[in-house]
């Protein structure tokens, strides 16, 4: 089993900056990716960035130049920073991990960008 534990959400005015964490625990061995997804109401669930065990990344168009992903192998923590938002980031976003066939899930943090 895994364990994801996300911190760093809340409410920001638009053009500002937040940086999401996601620590994992657990049975962590051959996670072979991480990554943030996000879900706004009404809407399905999107993958926004994601990270392989070798930091190799991958990015939403929609994010690209604006969000950065990077992980701490020795801290078992990735991170999500997210600068020049919008209220269209609005959402919760959502750790993921990718272990052999299995996803595993954080909890949800909320993400809030007013006009």
């Known amino acids: 089993q895994v364990q994801l534990v996300e911190s760093g959400g809340g409410l920001v005015q638009t053009g500002g900056s937040l940086r999401l964490s996601c620590a994992a625990s657990?049975?962590?061995?051959?996670?072979?990716?991480m990554g943030w997804y996000r879900q706004a109401p009404g809407k399905q669930r999107e993958l926004v960035a994601d990270?392989?065990?070798?930091?190799?990344?991958n990015y939403a168009d929609s994010v690209k130049e604006r969000f950065t992903i990077s992980r701490d192998n020795t801290k078992n923590t990735v991170y999500l920073q997210m600068n020049s938002l919008k209220p269209e980031d609005t959402a919760v976003y959502y750790c993921?991990?990718?272990?052999?066939?299995?996803?595993?899930w954080g909890q949800g943090t909320q993400v809030t960008v007013s006009s």
């Open positions: 993921n991990a990718k272990k052999g066939s299995r996803d595993y």
């Open positions: 990270i392989t065990s070798v930091g190799s990344t």
């Open positions: 657990g049975i962590i061995f051959s996670i072979r990716a």
